[in-house]
Antibody, heavy 120, light 107 residues
Framework: QITLKESGPTLVKPTQTLTLTCTFS??????????VGWIRQPPGKALQWLAL???????RYSPSLESRLAITQDTSKSQVVLTMTNMDPVDTATYYC????????????WGQGTMVTVSS | DIQMTQSPSTLSASVGDRVTITCRAS??????LAWYQQKPGKAPKLLIY???NLESGVPSRFSGSGSGTEFTLTISSLQPDDFATYYCQQFNNNLYTFGQGTKLEIK
């Protein structure tokens, strides 16, 4: 069974750095063609892709947020970590991690999501 | 950046209806388009990938078509479980973009 689960703080203050962890099982990020991405969704709004890390360590970021994002992997722990700097109330959202396969170029398995509120 | 525009934003329909949702890309994306279904408080669920490929386990009443800049998601006969929000997503130059969503409501 393939699962992903997001974890991290539920509340951060403006200007702080957010660190989210995606812990997954049932697949390996060392397998060719596999990637893990982060997507967020502000309350009542659309999905927004943030970042992706590939099996070979390559990384891609949303151009509009690239300066604030960093994605890393800990293969031994089956985890992918996303950091976002200089948090603002507009970053309040549910943050999802999801698996992407090169055969589909789509996110086929998603975590349950974690809600992050940015407020002082 | 490639922009994805879905229409309509809201769609009212009845059980048994055939419905179509359209997604337009601001430039050609070949067939690199996926469709997702999302219900309130839940993560999105992949329905269609590469424009017309049905994800495993998804009912055959869902179908996708299109290439280039115009794509459609069709539900052949709406079931009560289908009332949800639908998103398209494109892949191009190693970047991803989602549409703004189409909310499918019960008439």
């Amino acid at each position: 069974q393939i699962t992903l689960k997001e974890s991290g703080p539920t509340l951060v203050k403006p200007t702080q750095t957010l660190t989210l962890t995606c812990t997954f099982s049932g697949f390996s990020l060392s397998t060719g063609g596999v990637a893990v991405g982060w997507i967020r969704q502000p309350p009542g709004k659309a999905l927004q892709w943030l970042a992706l890390i590939y099996w070979n360590g390559d990384k891609r970021y949303s151009p509009s947020l690239e300066s604030r994002l960093a994605i890393t992997q800990d293969t031994s722990k089956s985890q992918v970590v996303l950091t976002m700097t200089n948090m603002d109330p507009v970053d309040t959202a549910t943050y999802y991690c999801a698996r992407r396969l090169v055969t589909k170029y789509a996110f086929d398995i998603w975590g349950q999501g974690t809600m992050v509120t940015v407020s002082s | 950046d490639i922009q994805m525009t879905q229409s309509p934003s809201t769609l009212s329909a009845s059980v048994g209806d055939r419905v179509t949702i359209t997604c337009r890309a601001s430039q050609s994306i070949s067939s690199w388009l996926a469709w997702y279904q999302q219900k309130p408080g839940k993560a999105p669920k992949l329905l269609i990938y590469k424009a017309s490929n049905l994800e495993s386990g998804v009912p055959s009443r869902f179908s996708g078509s299109g290439s280039g800049t115009e794509f459609t998601l069709t539900i052949s006969s709406l079931q009560p479980d289908d009332f949800a929000t639908y998103y398209c997503q494109q892949f191009n130059n190693n970047l991803y973009t989602f549409g703004q969503g189409t909310k499918l409501e019960i008439k």
